[in-house]
Every structure is written in C-alpha cells, then in structure tokens.
C-alpha cells in the first residue's frame, strides 16, 4: 500500500510534490529516473492517467492489455494494480487524495462516475481533438499548481477536475456508440449466458444471478457491464437480469404446473415472498393473479 502522494514521489525519485494532496507530473520524468513500481501495488487515492506511448502491459489482477496511444486509465483508492517489468509509458499522470475533495460536493459525486471501477481493458481511446482537449485541462491544472496557492486553488482545481472527469464521462459515452458492433456483440452474449443460466437450472443450486457473475463471465467489469447496457439499451445490467427473470417466470406460471415457491426456488429465490415482491413490482400483479388470469384466459 502507497498510502501518501509524497511516499511516491519519493520512491519514484520524484521531486516532492507541490500539494501534499494532489500532484501531476510528466511520465517521462518516471522513464528518466529509471525507477519502477512494485510488480503489484495499491495507491491510498485516486489516480487518472493519460497515456501517448506505451510498451509493456498494465492491469488488474490477471487481465492485461496493451494499450495504444492516446487512452486514459482511472483508479480509486484501494485497487490492486500490476505491471510488468518492460512497462514504459509517456503521458501524464493526475493524483489525488480522498481527502482533497472531501469537504466539497466531488467527494460524494465522484461516485457516480462508473470508469473509476473499470478494468484496463476498458480503458478509454481518444479522438486527435479529444486529446487536445484532455491535455488542455491538464494544463489549467498544473499552471494552477504551480503558482502560489491561496483561498481559490482548491476549488478552481476541483473544477479542473469534475471538467476532466465529465469530459471522460462523454468521450466513454462517445465510446459506447462508436464501437457499438463491439457492443452489440457483447449484449448478445450477455443474453445468452442469461438464458443459459435459467435453462440448466442452475438458479436451483447457485441462486439468484449476479451482476457481478454475468460479468465475470464475458471478461468484463461490472461496472462497465452496466453501463454498457445503459448506453445501449437505457437499462443497466441488474435491471437485464431482472427482465430476463420475469420472463421466465411468466414462462413457468403459463406453461407449468409447478407452484409459486417451486417456481420462486427455480429461479433462485431463497423465499417466495422475495420472488413475489419483484415480480408484483415488475407486472403490477402478483404471480398467483398473473397464473389465474392467464389460465382464466
């Protein structure tokens, strides 16, 4: 664990950093030192990382991928990160400690940005103009940084900041759309593993489905999984299984003879009760009124 700003500069062979909460630098002061990261390391706060150049590979845990130029990484607090001895890299590097944004409105917003917890293979490409305007920002940072810090740094940083990160909010929505046969492709195997799981029955033994299983199973985050989705469908990935639940439900009610707690079992349900609360929230009916009525019918 790199718990301070300062510890990594300092292992990195870095000048001390201007802020004690919030450095960047240029990577290529890194490949000057010749210093190098552990092979696997957690920072204690957040980090966004524009990348031109790369040779080597960095990931998460056992998932690696190599970059091309002009893609951007984020990380929180607390994620595992690895590389791999032949890294180098140029760019620009953003650091920031919880604390820097705790006081102010970023520091419960922040979570709403869903690409701090995507893997590195979700890593976001950027347009010629959509580097010129991320470099751009990085710059109003760090002309900032360098001038004496009064009552208005912090916050005129913060902006900086939140415009960084809305930036990268669009340019990832841009991603979605563009990359949209990449995307499709992705929705219909998530569909087929949904599918897959409620015909072998395996609800029975392992329970209900998780989002975070679904995504495990295509190589994904869940995080991007669900927005993903959302960009593609208007739904995330929970309200997916959800529908793809209610359907075999719906199934199992019109087709079969089986009763609501062998149906609510089949799909993973631990109690009935659970199985009916969702199904009356999704159909403004309970099972039981959808199974007389379509048998009425």
């Known amino acids: 664990m790199i718990h301070s700003i300062s510890a990594l500069h300092q292992l990195l062979e870095l000048p001390r950093p201007l802020h004690p909460l919030i450095s960047l630098f240029d990577n290529t002061q890194v490949v000057a030192s010749k210093k ?56 620009v590097t953003l650091l920031f400690h919880p604390d820097f944004i705790r006081h102010h409105p970023l520091g419960e917003n922040i979570k709403k940005f869903g690409f701090f917890s995507y893997e590195s293979n979700e890593a976001l490409h950027l347009s010629d103009s959509e580097k010129q305007t991320i470099l751009s920002v990085y710059k109003n940072i760090e002309n ?18 939140e415009a960084l ?12 759309i563009t990359r949209k046969t990449v995307s499709h492709d992705l929705l219909s195997r998530v569909e087929k593993v949904i599918d897959s799981y409620f015909e072998s029955e395996r609800a029975v033994t392992a329970g209900l489905l998780t989002v ?44 079969s003879s089986m009763s609501i707690s062998e149906i609510a079992f089949q799909l993973g349900f631990e109690y009935p009760q659970s199985f009916s609360k969702l199904f009356k929230k999704k159909t403004n009916v309970t099972p039981l009124e959808f199974k007389q009525g379509f048998h009425h019918n």
């Open 36 to 91: 190098q990261l552990p092979r696997s390391f957690v920072f204690d706060f957040y980090n966004i990382s524009f990348k031109k150049k790369l040779k080597g590979r960095t990931g998460y845990g056992q998932n690696y991928y190599d970059f091309d130029d002009g893609t951007m990484l984020f990380t929180s607090p607390k994620q595992l990160i690895t590389t791999v001895n032949d890294m180098e890299y140029y760019g």
């Open 144 to 161: 900032e940084l360098c001038h004496n810090i009064d009552d208005f740094s912090q916050d005129i940083i913060l902006a900086h900041i």
């Open 165 to 176: 990160l809305n930036y990268s909010n669009r340019y990832y929505k841009r991603q979605f």
């Open 212 to 255: 975070e299983w679904l995504a495990a199973q295509i190589n994904v985050s869940p995080r991007y999984l669900s927005d993903m989705l959302r960009s593609l469908t208007g739904q995330n990935a929970q309200h997916l299984i959800h529908d793809k639940l209610i359907e075999k439900a719906k199934e199992y009610l019109s087709l």
